[in-house]
């Protein structure tokens, strides 16, 4: 079974500043993908970017980047220039090319942007 | 276009009683997700549908839950009867197809269970 771990339940940065988030995941699967959702107070999540196993350069998303290592199964997403409205719930979650294609997601890091 | 549309946006019940959620998917979005969200964890999927067909529902506890995907366009989510521990936000969530692409969320329903 796979199994997505989030080891940051908090985390604050500066207005401007630069964050990465940790997700590291377990899985014997070879084809699937990677995700960062966030969700905003209105708790509506919203899909932040996406990578695609197969896929060896890093995706990006404007502000948004992540640093994804296959072999170590991590799949970080970093935020530069924070602002006020970063201000969220991020979740990593996984989901494998095969079966059901559902979603498994991590617990979560709490992420608050201060001015 | 419109998004995923959820209904009633927050519920308050006694244990033992019932209650259901609706969701609207954006149109033409083959797949069909609900999940359970409780306070401090991460979604948890309850159930899947691909048009009106059940395609994973082996984490929903058949005993009190039911959902049902009329037509394969709006969806039901039914808990009879309801438990303390089923306080939770319950989202649902659509997608092209079962493919990767991605899911939209709705705003999802707040349950209480007092």
């Known amino acids: 079974a796979q199994t997505v771990t989030q080891s940051q339940p908090e985390m604050s940065v500066q207005e401007a500043e630069t964050v990465t988030l940790s997700c590291t995941y377990d899985t014997s699967e070879n084809n699937y993908y990677l995700f960062w959702y966030k969700q905003p107070p209105s708790r509506q999540m919203i899909l932040v970017i996406r990578?695609?196993?197969?896929?060896?350069q890093n995706a990006t998303e404007n502000r948004f980047s992540v640093n994804f290592q296959k072999a170590a199964k991590s799949f970080s997403l970093k935020i530069s220039d924070s602002q006020l409205g970063d201000t969220a719930m991020y979740f990593c979650a996984f989901m494998k090319l095969a079966g059901t294609y559902k979603y498994i997601f991590g617990t979560g890091t709490r992420l608050k942007v201060l001015a | 276009e419109a998004g995923v549309a959820q209904s009633p946006r927050y519920k308050i019940i006694e244990k033992r009683q019932s209650v259901a959620f609706w969701c609207n998917p954006i149109?033409?979005?083959?797949?069909l997700y609900w999940y359970q969200q409780i306070l401090g964890q991460g979604p948890k999927l309850l159930i899947q549908?691909?048009?009106?067909?059940?395609?994973?529902d082996s984490q929903l506890p058949k005993d009190r839950f039911s959902a049902e995907r009329l037509k394969g366009v709006d969806s039901t989510l039914k808990i009879q009867p309801a438990k303390l521990e089923d306080s939770a936000v319950y989202l649902c969530?659509?997608?092209?197809?079962?493919?990767?692409?991605?899911?939209?969320f709705g705003q999802g329903t707040r349950l209480t269970v007092v």
């Open positions: 969530a659509s997608s092209l197809d079962r493919d990767g692409t991605e899911a939209f």
């Open positions: 149109s033409g979005h083959a797949t």
């Open positions: 990578q695609e196993a197969y896929k060896q």
């Open positions: 549908f691909q048009n009106n067909g059940v395609v994973d």
